[in-house]
């Protein structure tokens, strides 16, 4: 599965939307009337993605999440709960995470079909399966996969989720996409797989058939003391601390397969996260 583009976006919580769209803008003359930050995130990183190599027009769309659209969702709940009042149209309407990929897919005129995925701690990796599905099918001809996330409210809320302190990490908002075909002219790499393995010693051997120079990248599941393990086996490895860099997002994945493309080349990614369960989730990517 070839990629032909790639978007790695994060930014601060958005607080002015009306600024935000203007940034859009720049990439898009998409005219819509009312979005909420959930959808206008989405827009931002698909089309920052596409505006120079323009997707066919029966592109499918997966747009993985793992929380969806919060601020609405706590703006009708706390109209419900604390005030006692009916949502109002706008917010509870938007409540429905999916809309964005309807947005997505609208703004980009395609006729193909529109998917948001959502997976217990591993959204982008089984969105990315999906579209690796349909390519390998001949289903279509294109796809669009992306994560995309707003913020965590607070790091205390980061804490109960993943039961770890936030320490250095600035939690950020992110929108990553990338373009794919099973077409190989004018790619700039290819999604090698997408794997799940039970034990470690299953995962570091796959890791370590993979071509050479590595690189290797770690979602925010793997512990530091496992970290270190996966160093120790792969010495020759290179690692890409994004989270470290550049900030945690709840489908970050997606930013550190986006921003290896943009960033590396002619190297092998090997992004490595953890299942709820204790497996191991493994995303190999090439970039030429």
């Known amino acids: ?34 979005v909420n930050k959930f959808i206008l995130l ?84 089984r969105g990315l399966e999906m579209a690796m599905a349909d390519l390998s099918l001949g289903q279509i001809r294109e796809a669009l996969v992306g994560g995309v996330d707003e913020a965590a409210s607070s790091r205390d809320e980061f804490h109960n989720k993943y039961k770890a302190a936030p320490g250095h990490l600035k939690l950020v908002e992110g929108s990553s996409w990338m373009l794919l075909s099973a077409a190989p002219e004018g790619a700039m790499g290819e999604i090698l797989d997408v794997r799940t393995f039970s034990t470690f010693d299953e995962a570091r051997a796959w890791a370590d058939s993979l071509e050479p120079p590595l690189v290797l990248a770690f979602g925010i599941l793997v512990p530091m003391a496992e970290k270190d393990v996966w160093k120790q086996s792969l010495p020759h490895a ?18 550190a397969v986006c921003r290896f493309f943009e960033d590396f080349r002619g190297r092998t990614l090997v992004h490595v996260n953890k299942t709820p369960h204790g497996g191991y989730c493994l995303i190999g990517c090439r970039s030429y």
């Not at 290179?238 to 930013?255: R, S, V």
């Open 1 to 34: 599965m070839y990629v032909h583009a790639a978007s790695g976006f994060v930014c601060d919580p958005i607080t002015d939307l009306e600024r935000a769209k203007e940034e859009l803008k720049q990439y898009t003359d998409y005219f819509f009337r009312r």
């Open 42 to 125: 989405s827009l931002l990183g698909v089309h920052r993605c596409v505006h120079e190599r323009p997707a066919d027009e029966s592109v499918a769309v997966f747009l993985a999440t793992e929380n969806g659209n919060l601020g609405d969702t706590e703006n009708v709940l706390r109209q419900i709960y604390r005030e006692n009042s009916f949502p109002k149209p706008f917010n509870f309407i938007n409540t429905m995470s999916n809309t964005a990929s309807f947005y997505v897919a609208q703004s980009l005129n395609t006729r193909g079909r529109s998917i948001t995925v959502s997976s217990k701690a591993s959204s982008f990796e």
């Open 238 to 255: 290179e690692e890409f601390d994004y989270l470290g860099g550049y900030g945690f997002y709840d489908t970050a994945a997606a930013f």
